[in-house]
């Protein structure tokens, strides 16, 4: 009886400890790196059974300059009909997103890592109110996924495999044609930056203008 009571006392500490632990990771910063973790090792059980690439990037600058958006880059081997081409996968557990700004960074992550479809994987715990567990928008794929609930591992992999067929039907180049398309977006996202440049010295302009405008005039005033 005494060693029951021993053991019991014991499993009840353990369970009140990794609840403890549970819970101060929910409150934690690092949680949604936990998230995304637990993610990347769900993405590469899915992607070793097809043969898939996975690469963890988001640690990397990508296309965009200092920017680091897309934490995953899942690369479709050369037996497959598209070969070559790149899934990004964005993992988020933060409650401050809305559908519109899910979409405007699932946008950014494609730019940013070269990629012709994006997975953006939120979190049940802080996804978007109202949100399917699965959604498609144009090459954007959205899921909402419970990493604690393994039944929740379905709506991962359908998501994966959407992923996937919008490949196969946006995707098919060559490594060639692959190349040129990042040359291209870095040209992009170099034209992006110097119209913003543009516009800072055509307001500079336009004040420095408007001031010469009005000193001619107050010495036209003052010489008349």
């Not at 899910?102 to 946008?107: C, K, P, S, V």
């Not at 049940?124 to 954007?140: F, H, I, T, V």
Request: glycine share 8%; net charge neutral; with cysteine.
């Amino acid at each position: 009886t005494d060693a029951q009571s021993s053991f019991h006392t014991q499993v009840v500490g353990m369970l009140s400890a990794l609840n403890a632990k549970k819970k101060a990771e929910a409150r934690s910063t690092t949680h949604g790196a936990t998230f995304e973790e637990a993610v990347g090792d769900r993405l590469i059980a899915l992607a070793s059974r097809a043969g898939d690439i996975v690469d963890s990037c988001g640690a990397t600058t990508g296309v965009i300059r200092a920017s680091r958006v897309g934490d995953f880059v899942i690369t479709l081997p050369p037996d497959s009909v598209a070969a070559g081409a790149n899934i990004v996968v964005e993992a988020k557990e933060a409650g401050n997103y809305t559908l519109k700004s899910t979409l405007e960074e699932a946008d950014m992550a494609r730019r940013n890592r070269a990629a012709a479809v994006s997975l953006f994987v939120h979190s049940a715990r802080s996804a978007p109110q109202g949100l399917e567990p699965l959604s498609k928008y144009g090459n954007d794929v959205v899921v909402v996924w419970d990493s604690e609930n393994e039944s929740s591992d379905v709506v991962l992999q359908a998501g994966y495999l959407t992923a996937k067929a919008l490949c196969v039907r946006t995707a098919q180049r060559s490594l060639k044609d692959k190349e040129n398309f990042i040359r291209i977006d870095k040209a992009i996202e170099i034209i992006r930056k110097q119209m913003g440049g543009f516009n800072e010295l055509k307001t500079t302009g336009e004040t420095m203008q408007n001031g010469a405008a009005k000193m001619l005039d107050r010495v036209r005033i003052m010489h008349g």
